[in-house]
Nanobody
């Protein structure tokens, strides 16, 4: 079983920044071929893709966050990050880390809350 711990959420004002982290805990191993990413779910909405990074290191972003968010991966630490700049109230959501195996199996973090408000 893959155990993921995501963190870094909090309350920020519009225009502020946050950096989310997602790490594989304990002896959990993330393969180099795994894709990793971030999803979010706001009240009354379905879970949506925010950003992904392939096993080869290619990032992909939802149109709503392009130019503001940056996903990165540290293979030595089995950690993926999401740098969020120029945050907007509509970014408010519970953010989930994801690991996607080549088999198609998905693992999820417990979620970290991001709230953007004055």
């Amino acid at each position: 079983q893959v155990q993921l711990v995501d963190s870094g959420g909090g309350l920020v004002q519009p225009g502020g920044s946050l950096r989310l982290s997602c790490a594989a805990s304990g002896s959990t191993f993330i393969f180099s071929t795994d894709a990793m990413g971030w999803y979010r779910q706001a009240p009354g909405k379905e879970r949506e893709l925010v950003a992904t990074i392939t096993g080869g290191g290619t990032p992909n972003y939802a149109d709503s966050v392009k130019g503001r968010f940056t996903i990165s991966r540290d293979r030595t630490k089995n950690t993926v990050y999401l740098q969020m700049n120029s945050l907007k109230p509509e970014d408010t959501a519970l953010y989930y880390c994801n690991v996607h195996r080549t088999s198609g199996y998905n693992y999820w973090g417990q979620g970290t809350q991001v709230t953007v408000s004055s």
